[in-house]
C-alpha cells in the first residue's frame, strides 16, 4: 500500500447474521479505529462507514458500508484495514508505526549489522521484533525495548541494537 497507508486492522469474519464483523483494531484505543475514515483493502474497496457496534472475546463488533450479510462479512475474513497516515495521531518521542520499522537494517552497537526487521509482533507483553539474519534464511525474536534495541533513527533508516548474547 505504501508509506501513506497503515495497517489500523483487520476483520475476523461474521458476527451473527445480520453483516456485523468481527474487528480487530491495532490502534492504542480500540475503538479509535472509525475515526480512521475511510479504511481501504489492499485491494483498494474503500470502507467510509465504520460504527462500532460491540464487544466480543478479543474483538470489537461493528456494521461497515457495503456489508449486509453473514456471508459478506464472513467473505471479507483476514482483510487488513488500511488507514491514511494523515488522519492517524501524531506520535510521541519512541513511539513508531510498526509499518515504518519494518525492512530497517539492524546493526550491533559495533555498527555490524546484524539483518533487517521482517515483521513485528504484539502478543501482549510487549513488541517483539522478527530479524532476518544477514545473510541467512533464519530469523530471530529480539525484544523491542530500549535496554535491547537503544537507538531507532528513522531518519537514517536504521536501528541499532544489544542483542542478549547467542540471539545471533
Same mark, same amino acid.
Given at each position: 500500500?505504501?508509506?501513506?497507508? $497503515?495497517?489500523?486492522?483487520?476483520?475476523?469474519?461474521?458476527?451473527?447474521?445480520?453483516?456485523e464483523v468481527?474487528?480487530?483494531s491495532?490502534?492504542?484505543?480500540?475503538a479509535?479505529?472509525?475515526?480512521?475514515?475511510?479504511?481501504e483493502?489492499?485491494?483498494?474497496?474503500?470502507?467510509?462507514v465504520l460504527?462500532?457496534?460491540?464487544?466480543a472475546s478479543?474483538a470489537l463488533v461493528a456494521? $461497515?458500508?457495503?456489508?449486509?450479510?453473514?456471508?459478506?462479512?464472513?467473505?471479507?475474513r483476514?482483510?487488513?484495514?488500511y488507514?491514511?497516515?494523515d488522519r492517524?495521531?501524531?506520535l510521541?518521542?519512541?513511539?513508531f508505526?510498526?509499518?515504518?520499522?519494518?525492512?530497517?537494517?539492524?546493526?550491533?552497537?559495533g555498527?555490524a549489522e546484524?539483518?533487517r526487521?521482517?515483521?513485528?509482533?504484539?502478543?501482549?507483553?510487549?513488541?517483539?521484533?522478527?530479524?532476518?539474519?544477514?545473510?541467512?534464511?533464519?530469523?530471530?525474536?529480539?525484544?523491542?525495548?530500549?535496554?535491547?534495541?537503544?537507538?531507532v533513527?528513522?531518519?537514517?533508516?536504521?536501528?541499532v541494537?544489544?542483542?542478549?548474547?547467542?540471539?545471533?
Amino acid at each position: 500500500m505504501g508509506a501513506d497507508r $497503515i495497517v489500523v486492522g483487520s476483520l475476523a469474519g461474521a458476527f451473527g447474521v445480520r453483516g456485523e464483523v468481527r474487528l480487530k483494531s491495532f490502534c492504542a484505543e480500540p475503538a479509535d479505529i472509525a475515526l480512521y475514515t475511510p479504511l481501504e483493502t489492499a485491494e483498494g474497496r474503500m470502507f467510509r462507514v465504520l460504527v462500532i457496534t460491540g464487544q466480543a472475546s478479543g474483538a470489537l463488533v461493528a456494521r $461497515i458500508e457495503g456489508v449486509e450479510t453473514k456471508e459478506q462479512a464472513d467473505a471479507l475474513r483476514g482483510t487488513a484495514l488500511y488507514a491514511s497516515r494523515d488522519r492517524l495521531p501524531g506520535l510521541g518521542e519512541d513511539e513508531f508505526y510498526h509499518a515504518d520499522l519494518i525492512g530497517l537494517p539492524v546493526h550491533d552497537t559495533g555498527g555490524a549489522e546484524l539483518g533487517r526487521v521482517k515483521a513485528v509482533f504484539d502478543h501482549g507483553a510487549g513488541d517483539l521484533l522478527e530479524v532476518q539474519v544477514a545473510g541467512s534464511s533464519e530469523t530471530v525474536l529480539l525484544p523491542f525495548t530500549r535496554e535491547t534495541v537503544p537507538t531507532v533513527d528513522l531518519v537514517m533508516g536504521r536501528i541499532v541494537a544489544d542483542p542478549p548474547d547467542g540471539v545471533f
